[in-house]
Structure formats: C-alpha cells, structure tokens
C-alpha cells in the first residue's frame, strides 16, 4: 500500500509524517469542505447480491484450485484412518482422534481482529514436533533448489526484455513489475514435486484433521488456497527478513517451522492482540483463524525457513473477506470498474458489520478517491471502535482532528491507544534488540507517542496539564530515535510548565 505525505504544524515547526489514508495537497481538509458521497446517498452500480455473488465466485475457483492440486480429505473407516497415519511421514504417531488439549499450548486472543466466521478465536502451538528433521530439511533443499532456479529464469527473461526494447528497462518499468515469488525467496509448494506430494498425504492424514480437532472444522471440506515455503534472509540483508502486520488470505492458517532455531537469530510470528511475539522450534506448528492480526517478527542474522499453509473451507465462503479484497481490487484499478468499492464494501460490511479492516478501507477510499473526509472520519472512527489495537487509522483519524483544530478530541484517542497493553509500551520502545529487519511496532508507537506530545503542545495555550505526560513520551522518542524536531518540541514543553 502506498503511503502517502501529511504534513502537521506545530508550534514548534513542521515536521513529516507518513499516513496511509490520503495525500492532503490535493484535497481540502477543512470541516466545510464538499461531501461528494456518502454511504447513504450512493446509487450503486451493482446490486447486494451481485457482490455476495462475486465473491462466491471466487471462493469457488480457489477450493477447485485446491481440491484438484491436494485432492480432498475422505471420510475413512477406522481402518483407512490408521493406514493414513501409519502411511503420514510426520513425526507424529498421534492419529486423528487422539489429539488432546494435553497436546498444545494455547493462546486466547483478547482482540481476534476482523472475522467472526470462527467460534475458536486462539492461537494454538504443538508441543511436540509433528514434522520430522529429515522431512523439513528435503523441503527447505527443494524450495531452495527452486528459488535458485527461478532467479535465474527471472534474469534471463529480463535480459530477452531488455534486448527486445533496445537497451535498459527503464526505473519507471522497473517500478511497475511486481516481485516474483523468487525474487522474495518463497516457493509455492504447487510449484515443488515433492514438496506437493508430501502436502497431498499430509495434509489429509494430520494437518487438516488437526484442525477439525481445535477449531470444530470438518475436515472434509478443507482444502488449501496457498501454500509456501519462504527462506527469511535467503537474500542476505537485501531480501526479505520479516512480515509486516495483517491479516492471512484464508480461515485457517498453519506454520509449520522448518529451521533449527539454532541456525537464525529473532524470528517468531508477532500477535498484534496478544502484544508479543511467539517461537516454535522446528517441526512444530502453529495454528491460528486466518484473521487474527499477526507479522512476521524479523530475524537479524541467517535464515530462517518456514511452510505457510493457507486452508479454506468449501463450506464457509467468507464473502466479507471477498467482497473486500473485490473492492481492494476495484480502487486500485484505472477501469470504468474503480468506481465499485463502494459496492463491494458494503456488501463484505452486511455479512461481517464489524470487521475493522474493511471500515479502514472504506475511509481511505472516501479520503483518496472522493476527498470526503466528512465519511472518511466516520469509518475511521468506525475502525477504532471496533478494533482498539489499530495503530494507523488512530494516528489517521488524530490527523484529522488536528487538521481541524481539535486537538483534545485527538489527544483522547491517542491516550486511550497507548493506554492498552497490547500496544508497544515504553519499555518495548527502548529495548536494543529490536531488529532493524522489523520495525513497524517500533516505528508506529514513537509516532503515536509524537503526535500524541503534538497535540499536548496545541492545547497549551489553553491547559498545560497534558505536557506533563508530553514529556514523557518525547523523552522516550528520543531515546527511540534521537531527532532535533523532538528536542525543540520537549524544550518548547519545558518552557511553557516553567512559564507557569
């Protein structure tokens, strides 16, 4: 997603800020300015059942997809069963029935995130490895062997490009091009012969059933929309070391640790609404829904390899998580059909109402593409109501409150985000083994903690009973990542309390 500029005065300068939600020099900001749509006055171009159609559609296409890759799990007798486990490579000698509570540590998510399509919203680890060593060494060795191989393919078809137009490609070309999976050090297991066969057996005889046992799924209707194998720091420092926070493209997730934990170091997969970062060793698993908010946590050094198992049900079509990647597809395209997000918003929002991530979308899209930030605040605020622990549409909508002059009613919102425990505390902020490879945690508490002081500073005029904790929080900052706008912004704090 593109960031885009937002500039905010203080009384101290002006200094630079990242917000997602809209380029201010090309829209007006005040409180008067035209409201061009709301969700209310909007004739849309396609029907509610034209939405929930479309996106049964793709649900559709990803479980035949699945189905025809992986095959589909039987509903066997006793015998059957026991020929499956027996036939599984898993280092597991557990069959499908006699997984237990005894057997993972779970992980109660306070704050699941966007879906409530599950009734078990945890976070479920193996205590015991279910994939053997030798199993998770051949499948880094294959996806490995078919990284090298497609890097090199990808080089060879850039040169054809390049002799075919008569010299470089351009940096504009090369800005369009979207990274392959090589290039990000991950191989789709479809891709790899053994890798998929092993997927085939496993999958049926284990993994699936696992998940009928922890989250009351019927593993019969279970297939895999995608699964990978990804090399984190493959490239070395130049190539992908961690994830940043969001959501996964299906019900049910699995992480599966193929590495020695040994062999890198950091690494883990960071719950936003637990607030802390989860290891397993290798072999182990990891199971979550796949809305929770998670990343993956960076490493600092060597490689760190993992198989990600995105599972879907055929029964369970998840059209609010459909219609919203429609609608995602929609405002980004230059088509007659940008104009439809609208549509496919509303209609993900009549199935899940409360899903933050779609009323986020929806206020970027009334900020970006009709400059109505009257509607766009209203889903923001939307956003944070439901989902507390959402750093960037807080910081959004505080913008929105400081661009028209209420810098109390942004300050509120600001406190009451860096009030919860889930959100990075101080201590976080200024410990020095966060990798550098992942910072977006770090890097959204110094500015929710800057333009909270911000707003402190625009209030002093009236009241100076909030530059106390605005002190705090820019010392802390400043321990973060020493600046000279902070310095001017705390001694301007000092001034106004001595002043007093």
């Known amino acids: 997603m593109k960031a885009h500029v937002y500039f905010v005065k203080t009384v101290v300068g002006v200094w630079l800020l990242d917000l997602f939600v809209v380029d201010v020099h090309s829209l007006s900001s005040s409180s008067s300015a035209t409201v061009k749509a709301t969700p209310s006055s909007v004739v849309p171009t396609l029907s509610l059942q034209e939405c929930l159609q479309a996106g049964q559609q793709l649900h559709k296409e990803e479980c035949d997809f699945g189905f025809q890759t992986y095959g589909r799990t039987s509903s066997s007798s006793k015998e059957d069963e026991d020929e499956a486990t027996a036939a599984s490579s898993l280092g597991s000698e557990k069959k499908h029935s006699s997984f237990s509570d005894d057997d993972f540590v779970e992980h109660s998510i306070p704050y699941p995130g966007p879906d409530d399509t599950l009734k078990v919203q945890s976070v479920f680890q193996s205590k015991a490895p279910l994939v053997s060593e030798q199993d998770c060494a051949e499948l880094i060795q294959e996806a490995r062997d078919k990284i090298a191989a497609d890097l090199l393919n990808d080089q060879q078809l850039q040169q054809q490009q390049q002799q075919q137009?008569?010299?470089?490609?351009?940096?504009?070309?090369?800005?369009?091009?979207?990274?392959?999976?090589?290039?990000?050090?991950?191989?789709?297991?479809?891709?790899?012969?053994?890798?998929?066969?092993?997927?085939?057996?496993?999958?049926?005889?284990?993994?699936?059933?696992?998940?009928?046992?922890?989250?009351?799924?019927?593993?019969?209707?279970?297939?895999?929309?995608?699964?990978?194998?990804?090399?984190?720091?493959?490239?070395?420092?130049?190539?992908?070391?961690?994830?940043?926070?969001?959501?996964?493209?299906?019900?049910?997730?699995?992480?599966?640790?193929?590495?020695?934990?040994?062999?890198?170091?950091?690494?883990?997969?960071?719950?936003?609404?637990?607030?802390?970062?989860?290891?397993?060793?290798?072999?182990?698993?990891?199971?979550?829904?796949?809305?929770?908010?998670?990343?993956?946590?960076?490493?600092?050094?060597?490689?760190?390899?993992?198989?990600?198992?995105?599972?879907?049900?055929?029964?369970?079509?998840?059209?609010?998580?459909?219609?919203?990647?429609?609608?995602?597809?929609?405002?980004?395209?230059?088509?007659?059909?940008?104009?439809?997000?609208?549509?496919?918003?509303?209609?993900?929002?009549?199935?899940?109402?409360?899903?933050?991530?779609?009323?986020?979308?929806?206020?970027?899209?009334?900020?970006?593409?009709?400059?109505?930030?009257?509607?766009?605040?209203?889903?923001?605020?939307?956003?944070?109501?439901?989902?507390?622990?959402?750093?960037?549409?807080?910081?959004?909508?505080?913008?929105?409150?400081?661009?028209?002059?209420?810098?109390?009613?942004?300050?509120?919102?600001?406190?009451k985000l860096l009030s919860l425990k889930e959100v990075l505390p101080d201590e976080d902020m200024l410990r020095p083994d966060v990798p550098v490879a992942w910072q977006p945690r770090r890097a959204q508490g110094w500015e929710a903690r800057v333009m909270a002081a911000t707003c402190a500073l625009q209030c002093m005029n009236r009241s100076t009973k909030y530059l106390p904790k605005a002190m705090e929080r820019l010392e802390t900052c400043l321990q973060a990542a020493p600046s000279p706008q902070l310095e001017n912004m705390l001694a301007a704090a000092r001034h106004a309390l001595a002043s007093e």
């Open 165 to 415: 137009q008569g010299g470089d490609i351009t940096q504009q070309q090369q800005q369009q091009q979207q990274p392959t999976n090589s290039q990000l050090g991950e191989a789709r297991v479809s891709t790899l012969p053994k890798g998929r066969d092993w997927l085939q057996k496993n999958a049926h005889s284990t993994l699936f059933p696992l998940l009928q046992d922890r989250f009351g799924v019927d593993a019969t209707h279970l297939t895999l929309h995608d699964a990978l194998i990804i090399g984190y720091g493959y490239f070395g420092d130049g190539g992908s070391r961690s994830q940043p926070i969001h959501r996964d493209s299906s019900l049910l997730s699995l992480n599966i640790a193929l590495s020695e934990e040994s062999s890198y170091s950091g690494g883990g997969t960071y719950f936003e609404g637990l607030g802390k970062t989860l290891h397993q060793a290798r072999g182990h698993i990891t199971c979550h829904p796949g809305g929770i908010m998670h990343a993956g946590h960076g490493i600092t050094k060597g490689e760190r390899w993992v198989m990600v198992l995105f599972v879907i049900d055929e029964t369970v079509p998840q059209l609010a998580r459909r219609c919203h990647q429609l609608g995602m597809m929609s405002s980004s395209s230059s088509s007659s059909s940008s104009s439809l997000w609208k549509e496919y918003f509303s209609a993900a929002l009549s199935v899940t109402p409360r899903n933050h991530l779609i009323h986020k979308d929806f206020g970027r899209c009334y900020a970006q593409e009709e400059g109505d930030m009257r509607s766009a605040r209203q889903f923001l605020s939307r956003t944070v109501q439901y989902y507390p622990l959402d750093v960037e549409a807080t910081i959004a909508l505080a913008r929105m409150f400081l661009d028209t002059r209420q810098p109390r009613a942004a300050l509120r919102r600001l406190d």
